[in-house]
Each structure stands twice: as structure tokens, then as C-alpha cells.
């Protein structure tokens, strides 16, 4: 939904959006216009949402605070080890009836230092996973998670973090506090190659700062589910069409660079938890019951 689209409403109480839709104060004045009561995010991060806005207008905004963390956190390691050991590139290779290791060399895993940007659910789930593989586990969070102290995780300063971590993943929401959380200072403290995972937000990453990063090495593996402007092309083909954003071109250039398109939700049973709490928070509405999952200001 966005500016132009939501004109096309009439005669609505409830509309249910995702991630990419621009829910800025025009869009929510126009909803108003329209009779619209609840704004139901059929996702998590609700930075999208002109919260003030929608108290303005007094329409209720709802989400799915947590439908399954581990899709998130299990795409975050799928693409920690597709750009370690190469399997993409192994794919094409031997379909192409090259079996050459040349340039698939990869690092155990075991004993390298994981710093996770982000304890709640996800960064919880994907510490428990990064433990298995026998990682040395930083972790900065500004509520710390006493569940993860308890099993041997070491919440570090952010410093720390950026400083020690041989990979580093983020699993905090976009907020003004961790808005370009990556950026020229954080990258200029980073070990030599070390490895960036991202699946929260596209803007907690200073894109630009990043691809100098790769351009000079510093940054030597990134893999990237969310991008700063994906919301002129994520959820769409444009394979005939120009691609005019040319840092995600830039991005796509690198072969140390691996970027999906916002799928670290998409699993089967992620997306019927969020049918099933969009459909329950909708109910509890017309009920007129407590709303649980409200997102407020
Ligand atoms: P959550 O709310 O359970 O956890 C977020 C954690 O970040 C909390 O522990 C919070 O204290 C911490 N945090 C807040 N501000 C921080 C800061 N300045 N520095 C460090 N930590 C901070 O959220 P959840 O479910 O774990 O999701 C995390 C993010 O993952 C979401 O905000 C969303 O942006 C992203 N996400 C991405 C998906 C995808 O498909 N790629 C799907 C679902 C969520």
C-alpha cells in the first residue's frame, strides 16, 4: 500500500499490510478518510508505520511480534554458510560439468567468533544455533536475555563486538537508535574479511559504507536479506525491466555478495502462525477484547 493505491479502498474497517508498504501520515489521513479502524501488520518490525500518525487519527495498529524465529534465524545461518563454503557457486559448476575447487575455499566454523547485534527472539534463536556449530558467541543487546547469560553467552559493549567478531550478524529491529548502526565508524573497528549477515532491516546498514568496505577488503563476505530501498524491488520480477538503483546493481557485482530478497519469513509454517495471529488480533477487535499485539507509540 502506498500513497497512490490507498485511494483504491471503499467501504473498509480493518486493512492487513506487510513489510514494504508505506504507512506514512498521508497514507493513514487517507485510511481515516475511508473508515478504516486497524492497521494489521502481518509482520513483525512496524518502523514502516507512522505510529503518531495512526494515535492522531485514532486508528489501532497491530503486528505478529513473533510467528516463527526460527525462519529467520535458520535463513540467517543458510546464508553465513552458502557464502563460507561456496555451495551456489559449487551448484553452477558441476551442472556446468566443472569440477574445480578452485575459489570454493571455505573456514570451519567451529571456533570462530560470532557477534549477534540483537538478542530477542531471533538473535536468541540464532545464538542457540551458532553454540551448536562451537562458536565463541558475543552478543549486544540493550535489554540483555538472562535465558542466553545462563548458557555461556557473553553480552559484550557493541565495541567489542565490531572489534573481535570474525562474523557478525544483526537480529536488532530499525529503530533512531540503530539506524546506520553499520556505518564508516563501526566498519573502521572491524577484523580484516569479517563476515556481515543481515535480516532485520535494510537501513541499520550504511549501504555506501559497506560496499567501500568490500571495495578495500574490510568487509570480505556479506550476505544481505533486507536492503535499504527494497521497496521499489523486493516481491517483484524485474527481470526485463532497468534496474535504475545502482547500489544494489554495485552490490550484485561483488562475488563475495549474496542477496536474497526478504525470504528469511518464508517458511510454511511462519506464514500460517501469522495468518492465525492476524486472523485471532482481527477477532479480538470486533470483540472488543484487550488487543494483545498492539504496536503503540
Ligand atoms: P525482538 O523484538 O524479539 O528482538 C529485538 C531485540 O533487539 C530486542 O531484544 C531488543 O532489546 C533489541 N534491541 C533494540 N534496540 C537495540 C539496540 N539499539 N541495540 C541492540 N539491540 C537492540 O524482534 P525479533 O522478532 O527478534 O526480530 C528482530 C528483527 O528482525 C525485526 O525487528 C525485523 O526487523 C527483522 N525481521 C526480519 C524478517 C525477515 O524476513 N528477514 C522477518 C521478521 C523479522
Redesign the pocket.
Known sequence: MNEKTVTLLIDVNAVCVF?NDQINRTVIQKLAERGVKIIALR???F?HVELAAAKEFNIKVVHV??YS?H??AE?AIAMMMTLNRKTHKAYNRVRDQNFSLNGLLGFDLHGKTVGV????????VFCQIMTGFGCKILA????P?EALTAVGIRYVP?AEIFTQADIISL?????E??RY?INDESVQQMKKGVMLIN???GALIDTRTVIHALKSGVIGLLGI??YEQEEKLFFRDLSEKIIKDDMISRLSSFPNVLITA?????TQEALTQIALTTLATLKSYEQGDVLQNEVKL
Open positions: 513489510v509482520c513483525a518490525g518502523n511480534p513473533a524465529p525462519a529467520v535463513h547485534i540483537g538478542t530477542g527472539n531471533i538473535g536468541q549486544y543487546d540493550v535489554h536475555n557493541l537480529h536488532c529491529p530499525l529503530n537508535s540503530t548502526l535480516t532485520s532491516r536479506d533486507v526478504h525470504q528469511g519469513f518464508f
